[in-house]
Structure formats: C-alpha cells, structure tokens
C-alpha cells in the first residue's frame, strides 16, 4: 500500500511539473512573438545622413538664394527639389535650443546632440524615411562640393582626374534637368550659373574654387546688437550733453548776477 501511495505522488508531481514547464515555454513563446511584433525587421537604408545633410546645405546655401531671387520654381522632377532628399521629414522636426540641446519635434525627446537625435530618428520614426529610388541627396555630393561643408573632411588630397571628370558629367547632368535653357530665359541665366557655381571647380588644372559666385547673406549678430545699441543710446547721449551745455549756461548767468550784485553793493 505504501508503495502504491509513493508511486501515485510521484504520478502527480511530475504531471505539475510538466504543465509548469509547458506554461512557462508557452509564455516565452509569446513574449519572444510579441518583441517580434514590437521590432519589425527595418528596412535597411544605404544612404548618409550625414552627407545628405551637407549636400542639403550647399543647395540651401549657395543655390536657393540665387532660384528666390530669379522667382524660378525647381521641379519635383529635379533631384535638388527638398522632395528628393528622405531625410528631408526628420531634418525638419529637428528643435535646436542649445549647443548640447537637441529635441525630436514628434515626440519632444531631449538629447544631448544632434548624433543622438540621428539615432533616434533611425530606431523610433524609421518609418518617416522616404526610401523611394533616386532620393539620396548623399548620392550627388561628388557634384555639389559636399566636402566644403564637413569639418572634418577639410583636407587637401590630391587630385584624381578620373573622379573630377564623373562628378563634373553629373553637376552638368543636373543643370540640364533642373534648369532647362528651353524653359526660358530665367532657366537660361540658373542653368549658366550652376555650370559657374559648381561645375567649374570639377578639374585638376588649377581652375576655379567652387561656389565663386558666394552665397547666403549671414548677418554678424554681434555687429548687428552693436548697431542696434548705438540707436538706442544716440537720443540718450544728445540728452546728456544738452543737460550738460543747459546747466552751464544757467550756472554762467548765476555767476554774471553775482558778480553784478557785488559791484552794486560796493561803497563809492
């Protein structure tokens, strides 16, 4: 009987100690279906941030100025047109408060600087990424001199020819389709100037530096509050010298009175 009993416990606990086991793979098979579900495989993007953001400065530096003041419309067709960068969206909701301040303008996370924010954008707003073909702005900085806008590219290297003669075909490919000359004379002057302005410096015998034609006008902040100063403390000087010039003038006739006073009451 003793036995009989012994053999029926043991029946019991490893009938519990399978459902525990089996419960406990069935919540890890869960758990891991949720992570998938919350952690989607991304879809990988081939593309620099980096150099799509300097590719987009030289644009907004050293060209859009130019296309404003001409009034002239850049196509979406145009691989310059903001459409045409992926990273246009992110860059855009980019809040810069401080030098170590950076925000993402989607959800109001703060981050130390602006290689954080890229990471964050890359882990939780992906989906924001236009991943669309030909939307690389990193792609055309061999045309547009991207290396004049990275700090830590600013190094002399030696010339390589072949690479000269590629990036100056595809500065000329751009000016052809982004500025028509058969569009019109606006066109015309645009396409010219791109040629000046970027395609040019594309050689290795000694031409012309790129962006000859300059840039965005940066007004100096400090010599602009300098100026604003001197406005306002101009009517505040001519008040303190008019004071000045009043109260010796009174003090003059005062000294005058005086003295006439003194001569009067001298005995004869």
């Not at 419309?73 to 047109?81: A, F, G, Q, W």
């Not at 964050?120 to 702005?137: A, M, P, V």
Request: with cysteine.
């Amino acid at each position: 009987m003793v036995q009989i009993f012994y053999t029926c416990v043991l029946f019991f606990f490893s009938l519990s100690l399978h459902g525990v086991v089996s419960n406990q793979v069935f919540q890890e098979a869960a758990g891991s279906r949720t992570l998938l579900q919350n952690n989607p495989h991304k879809h990988e993007i081939h593309c620099s941030r980096e150099r799509s953001r300097a590719a987009w400065k030289v644009i907004e530096e050293y060209l859009m100025p130019f296309v404003e003041k001409e009034q002239f419309v850049i196509s979406e067709k145009c691989r310059l047109h903001m459409k045409n960068d992926m990273f246009r969206e992110q860059e855009e909701h980019k809040i810069h408060l401080d030098v170590n301040d950076w925000k993402c303008g989607f959800c109001k996370k703060s981050f130390r600087s602006e290689k954080f924010l890229d990471k964050h954008f890359d882990n939780r707003h992906s989906n924001l990424i236009e991943t669309s073909k030909g939307r690389c702005l990193a792609d055309l900085c061999g045309a547009l001199h991207c290396d004049q806008m990275i700090e830590s590219k600013k190094t002399k290297t030696k010339c390589n020819a072949a690479a000269a003669a590629r990036n100056r075909h595809l500065c000329e490919s751009l000016a052809d389709s982004c500025f028509p000359v058969s569009e019109g004379h606006k066109a015309n002057r645009l396409h010219d100037f791109f040629l000046r302005q970027f395609c040019d410096a594309h050689t290795c015998s000694g031409g012309p530096k790129p962006f000859p034609k300059g840039g965005k006008k940066h007004h100096n902040i400090f010599v602009l509050s300098m100026s604003i100063l001197i406005v306002l403390l101009l009517p505040l000087f001519y008040l303190l010298v008019y004071l000045h010039r009043r109260e010796m003038k009174t003090g003059l006739q005062d000294l005058k009175r005086i003295t006439k006073t003194g001569r009067k009451k001298k005995p004869s």
